[in-house]
Structures are given as structure tokens and as C-alpha cells.
């Protein structure tokens, strides 16, 4: 162990003289793979990791590196490599990925290897959707994150209410609609059944609404024109009836537009 140190130190050393114009990742390239490592530490591959680990934090808060984002996979790479359960190295490098080098894609990567090497933790595919959700919108990318994470033992159940909301802004309706209603029915928190009521008023709504703009715009080819009222819309024989909102109340229309709206905001009902 003391001559490995001694041999890395060295090699720091030398390749640190080498000019970082000269050498893209300079300061790196003394890094040997981590199944290299994992040999050459004589069965303290869990320490190397710490030490590669508290080292990558101060190299990744130099910001004078220009190139150091192009080897954050490399780096995270051997210690999951060397350690695969240290979990805290998954996480940072994730986040340096999507809020410092603004790589989400680069996110996905670490965090799928954490889930590969620890299939038993939630916490890697929750993330990995956050980022899809939030950052790219990418709402099937959530969504199937998401799924995977509602399929590990411990989950928290926010991740199904999170899969319901990142089906219905990706527009899958149904899907948001037959979640929500499992979340009413099963919960016994009033909190989150509150909260659940009030996406199916969401949901609802945004499928009313789809059904009603497309009858409109089958009445404006034919007559030319926006209906008067949506009455005219039964009487014509483009809805069978005109819904209601999910408290019984008529949606508001306005003739001279054509648009359509829900009578209540969904969060504040």
C-alpha cells in the first residue's frame, strides 16, 4: 500500500509540471483504471476510494480546468469500480454533471451505474427522473425512471404520485387518471387524498377540454364558424353531451374565441 501511494504520488508530481494547454486533463491522466486499482491496493480498494473521492471534490472546484467535465465519468467510474456500494459518489457526480458541467445525459450515466452495482437503492433512478422532469422535460424519460423506482422495495410513495404527474404533462391521460384514482382510493392520508382529487379535477379536465376543442373545430369545418354555445355542439351531433367538470360544474366557454376553460383552478379547488 505505502509503495502504491508513494508510486502515485509520484506520477501526481511529474504529469502536475506538464502545461494544461499542452495536455487536456492533465492532471488526471496518472489515474489507472479502477480494476487496476483494485489489484494494486492490496485489498484497501474501499480506502482508495476515499481518497479518489475527497480528491475529485477539490479537483472538480477548480474552475480553472476547463476540460474537467470530460473526464467526470471516467473518474466516478473507478470508484464505483473500487467501492460499487459507496453510494454518496453516485449522487455528487450526478450533480456536478447536471448543475455544473449542465449534462444531464452525463447525470444518467453515473446514476444508471449506481442502480447497476446496487439495484436495492430507489434513491438512483428516483434522481435520474427528477433530472428528466425538471431540467429536460422529458416526461417519458421521467416517467419510465419513475416506474423503476416504484419497483424497489422502500421506495416512498411520493414516487407514484410523481409517475401520475409525469404521465399526464407527457399527455398520457388515461394512465394519469387511473393512477390518481389509485392513489384516492388506497391512501388513508386526507393530505396526499386531497392532493389526488385534486389531479383527477386536473386531469379530468384536460380530457374534457381535448374532447370539446376537437368538436368545436369539427363544427368551425363545417359551418365556418365557432358555436354559439356548446349546446349547439349536441344539437348538431358532434358531442353526444356536453361534460361537466369533475364537481358537476359547467366548463367556461367563450363564443368569440373558441376557447374553452375549466371553472376552477385545480390546486386551489
Known amino acids: 500500500m505505502i509503495v502504491s501511494c508513494a508510486s ?6 511529474i504529469t502536475d509540471e506538464i502545461p494544461r494547454a499542452h495536455v487536456p486533463g492533465a492532471s488526471i491522466i496518472y489515474i489507472p483504471s479502477g480494476k487496476y486499482l483494485k489489484h494494486a491496493t492490496f485489498g484497501y480498494s474501499s480506502l482508495a476510494a476515499d481518497l479518489i473521492y475527497v480528491w475529485a471534490i477539490q479537483y472538480y472546484s477548480d474552475y480553472s480546468i476547463a476540460d474537467r467535465y470530460d473526464h467526470l465519468d471516467h473518474i466516478f467510474s473507478i470508484i464505483a469500480e473500487l467501492d460499487p456500494r459507496y453510494l454518496d459518489p453516485y449522487e455528487m457526480g450526478a450533480i456536478i454533471a447536471v448543475y455544473e458541467a449542465r449534462d444531464p445525459y452525463l447525470a444518467f450515466k453515473v446514476l444508471d451505474r449506481g442502480l447497476e452495482k446496487n439495484p436495492d437503492q430507489w434513491i438512483f433512478p428516483y434522481q435520474a ?9 422529458d416526461y417519458e424519460l421521467a416517467r419510465q425512471y419513475y416506474k423503476r423506482t416504484m419497483e424497489i422495495q422502500g421506495a416512498p410513495d411520493i414516487a407514484k404520485r410523481l409517475y401520475a404527474d409525469a404521465s399526464f404533462k407527457g399527455m398520457d391521460y388515461q394512465t394519469a387518471w387511473e393512477n390518481w384514482r389509485e392513489i384516492f ?53 358532434f358531442l ?3 361534460p361537466k367538470d369533475q364537481d358537476d360544474n359547467d366548463y367556461i366557454y367563450n363564443p368569440e374565441t373558441g376557447k374553452i376553460e375549466p371553472p376552477l383552478t385545480w390546486w386551489k379547488r
Open 185 to 237: 382510493e388506497t391512501t388513508e392520508d386526507e393530505r396526499i387524498k386531497k392532493i389526488a382529487s385534486n389531479h383527477l379535477y386536473q386531469v379530468k379536465s384536460a380530457m374534457d377540454i381535448a374532447r370539446i376543442e376537437e368538436a368545436i373545430e369539427k363544427y368551425r369545418e363545417k359551418f365556418g364558424r365557432v358555436p354559439g354555445n356548446l349546446d349547439q355542439l349536441v344539437r348538431t351531433g
Open 129 to 137: 427522473g427528477h433530472y428528466a422532469a425538471s431540467i429536460l422535460k
Open 240 to 242: 353526444i353531451s356536453v
Open 8 to 13: 502515485f504520488l509520484g506520477l501526481k508530481t
